[in-house]
Each structure stands twice: as C-alpha cells, then as structure tokens.
C-alpha cells in the first residue's frame, strides 16, 4: 500500500505535532506545562491509531485507540492531581 498525497502531508503534520509537543515535555519550564504537553501527546497518539486504523481497514487499531486514550485521560488526570496536592 502506497499513501497519497494527502496521507503523506498528514503523517508529517502529526510527526510533527508529536515533536513539538515532546520539547515542549523536555522544556516546559512548569511541571504544569509538562502535564498539558503529556495531554497533547496522548491525544495526538490516539488520533494517530484512529488513522493508521483507518489507513490498514482494521478495527482492531480502533479498539486499542479507545482503550489508550481512557487509560491515558486517567493517567493524565492522576498526574494532574498529584502536581496539585490532591486538594478536591
């Protein structure tokens, strides 16, 4: 299977994303920072599965889109609170 035009200006669009939002990991100079870059790249990865789901025609990619994206907003959300102090 070859890409398009089009798949393959996607591809480097979210290669991209991925790399700006790993600095933005490495540097962000708040722990704050860090945590909405780690949101963002959880994000990017299940729209990026989503795609390759839909590129290849297999669910399965679908499936395991769903379940990392549920457990990376619980993770997210945990990191989150940590950071905070655990104050409700």
Do not use: C, K
Not at 17 to 36: E, K, S, Y
Not at 55 to 73: I, M, P, R, T
Request: overall charge negative.
């Amino acid at each position: 299977m070859t890409l398009t035009v089009l798949e393959q200006i996607s591809a480097i669009l979210v290669g991209l994303a991925l790399l700006l939002g790993f600095i933005r990991l490495l540097l962000g100079p708040t722990a704050p920072d860090r945590v909405v870059s780690a949101d963002t790249l959880s994000v990017i990865v299940t729209a990026a599965l989503v795609a390759v789901g839909a590129w290849l025609g297999n669910a399965l990619y679908l499936d395991v889109a769903l379940v990392y994206g549920a457990l990376a907003f619980v993770g997210i959300v945990a990191v989150a609170r940590a950071i905070e102090g655990g104050h409700s």
